[in-house]
């Protein structure tokens, strides 16, 4: 068979477009299912001892992680284990897709969890200096503090990484700005996402409303019930009359929180590529060539861990390592193949539309379409998201002032039923998923300058020049 460069350059010059056409979809086909198998393969091991050294630890798995654990090696073992049929392989597809699905909905619990840790982990930060015996340096002035951060921001001549270091500043800045400030702040920076199309602004309104603390997914209590008894009980609690020992103890719960998302988001991050390279698999068995000796390898390392998996049998054994030297190099020149195809396979479906439809290769078409999705870069890419087209789909003035206007009134009143600690949290927190609201020296200046000079409380002031002077630091 040709390779998939020679096929293009062929449908490109429109020679023998029907046989191409077949041998194009046959190629990326092959490329994918051994790219996938290999990648889940090699991931699976990972999977295996990253969940193994956390029962050995005795960690507490909530139910939902444990029920994605145990779906992902079932449907690992029914890849290596039962036979290949139609049925099955609609069984295997509409399993992967669910699955994906329930993985997407836990990372958003995740998200909104990790949101929440995130806001009082800020206000943790800025409280700590009050039990401590240190606070501002000696000789410490506002002015000087100002001069070295303009000399940090403006040490670097890239326009891209001097805006994402104002962000990283500002966010860290006490945080002193008037409410109708704020609020003209929101409203300008989603002004410019008039003429945009509307999942844009979707996407940023999801983005404010998770950072801010107002998301809260159906099923997030239930699905993580330690987690979510920490931020709305230990951390929902008093913060202004806070003592030494409460501080501690919210401190403690503050490193484990951290400790159990980040393993419960590493578990779905590479549970969902799993799924995603098994969902590939799936789409591609009817068409792909399989290399023998290839296929044997990942299927006896799939066994050996689905095997391991049931007994729970400790670490890998050594020899199946081995196997692992079969697959050296492969993955690399299956994706090369996959990609140089995928760059020109919507141009191809768009320029043979009709001839796929009379040829019957607009089934793997489409199925390609998905194995597109599912090997990009976006893990979590919605597979059958329905996109609005023409003026449908594009946010004119009127809706974004709408939607502005209802987030708008939103926040004002969380912001009025949370801790004045916590509600600057979420306004700094707010301010860096817009548009730079300061766009030139003079404005950055300014901001600097007033938010040092309005922070009259010396514990908090102390703490935020503590991780301004640090950020300084590490970029010399």
Known sequence: MSDVYTIIKRLEKGKQVESNLAMFANSMMTNASRLSHIRFTLNFSVFYERVQEELEKKTDFPEAVTDIVNRVVTLANGLVELPFSGDGMERDVAEADELRNTIIQQMKYLTALSDRFTI???????MEYRFREDKLPEGYQDED?????MQYLLAD????AMQLKTVQVVEQLPMRMAKGRFFQILEDGLSV???SEKKTVEEVLYMIRTCSMMEEPEGMKEAYPALYQEVSGVFGGDWDEMDRNTFQERLEHMKSGFENLNLFTDLMLISQELVNDLYVIFLSRPYAMADLSEKESCEAIIKEICQDFKASAGPLPADLFAKFEQLEGVQERCYEGFAAGDA??????????????????????????????????SMFIELNEKEETGEDGIADDAYVEQVTHTLA?????????????VGRAIMAKVLTALPLFVTNYQEVESYIKSSLESCTDEAEKAACVEILTQMIRDEA
């Open 120 to 126: 009082y982990e800020y206000v943790m930060n800025r």
């Open 409 to 421: 009134e939103e926040l004002r009143g969380h912001l009025k039923q949370v801790p004045k600690g």
């Open 193 to 195: 996402y008039k003429g």
């Open 145 to 149: 503090m100002k001069e070295q951060l």
């Open 157 to 160: 001549r890239d326009r891209t």
């Open 344 to 377: 020109k396979l919507l141009d191809i479906q768009e320029r043979y539309h009709d001839l796929l439809d009379g040829l019957m290769l607009d089934k793997i078409y489409a199925s390609l379409a998905l194995i597109s999705k599912l090997l990009s870069n």
